[in-house]
């Protein structure tokens, strides 16, 4: 999974950067306790973007996994004055893939970039999984 904080930048803007790393800090603790296995991974991709790595092959359960984080990081209420839903959210792009020759790390994350894209472009605040893309959601910037 990719998760994204939505309106992240504008939270920094409006509320300055220590209490962005102090919601960064909320929102890793808060990843961490949804790992539901003892090998899965959160980390911090980049900015305001965390990869959680999961070893799930079934990937309803994985988007399944994605909403309940979705939902559990908007039920803490941490206040966003500058966004629709008035609190942080995230947005989460899933990929599932079996092991195979020619399915690369970077083919996973590709996908799951795709997805997060396309999670953003309907409205943010929710989890899509890559495997519903339709060919014109590939095209989402």
Same mark, same amino acid.
Request: proline share 2%.
């Given at each position: 999974m990719l998760i994204d904080v939505d309106y992240f930048k504008q939270y920094n803007d409006h509320y300055g950067h220590q209490a962005g790393d102090d919601c960064l800090r909320i929102i890793a603790k808060t990843l961490e306790a949804h790992a539901l296995r003892a090998g899965d991974l959160v980390a911090r991709y980049g900015g305001e973007e965390f990869a959680l790595i999961t070893t799930t092959r079934h /990937?309803?359960? =994985? %988007?399944?996994? !994605?909403?309940?984080?979705?939902?559990?990081?908007?039920?803490?209420?941490?206040?966003?004055?500058?966004?629709?839903?008035?609190?942080?959210?995230?947005?989460?792009?899933?990929?599932?893939?079996?092991?195979?020759?020619?399915?690369?790390?970077?083919?996973?994350?590709?996908? /799951?970039?795709? =997805? %997060?894209?396309? !999670?953003?472009a309907k409205g943010r605040n929710q989890a899509v999984l890559a495997s519903m893309l339709q060919p014109q959601d590939a095209d989402v910037s």
């Amino acid at each position: 999974m990719l998760i994204d904080v939505d309106y992240f930048k504008q939270y920094n803007d409006h509320y300055g950067h220590q209490a962005g790393d102090d919601c960064l800090r909320i929102i890793a603790k808060t990843l961490e306790a949804h790992a539901l296995r003892a090998g899965d991974l959160v980390a911090r991709y980049g900015g305001e973007e965390f990869a959680l790595i999961t070893t799930t092959r079934h /990937a309803e359960k =994985a %988007l399944q996994h !994605a909403q309940a984080l979705c939902a559990a990081l908007e039920q803490m209420a941490l206040t966003h004055a500058l966004t629709p839903a008035g609190c942080i959210t995230a947005s989460i792009g899933v990929a599932v893939t079996v092991p195979a020759e020619g399915r690369t790390v970077e083919y996973l994350l590709k996908q /799951a970039d795709l =997805a %997060l894209y396309c !999670a953003k472009a309907k409205g943010r605040n929710q989890a899509v999984l890559a495997s519903m893309l339709q060919p014109q959601d590939a095209d989402v910037s």
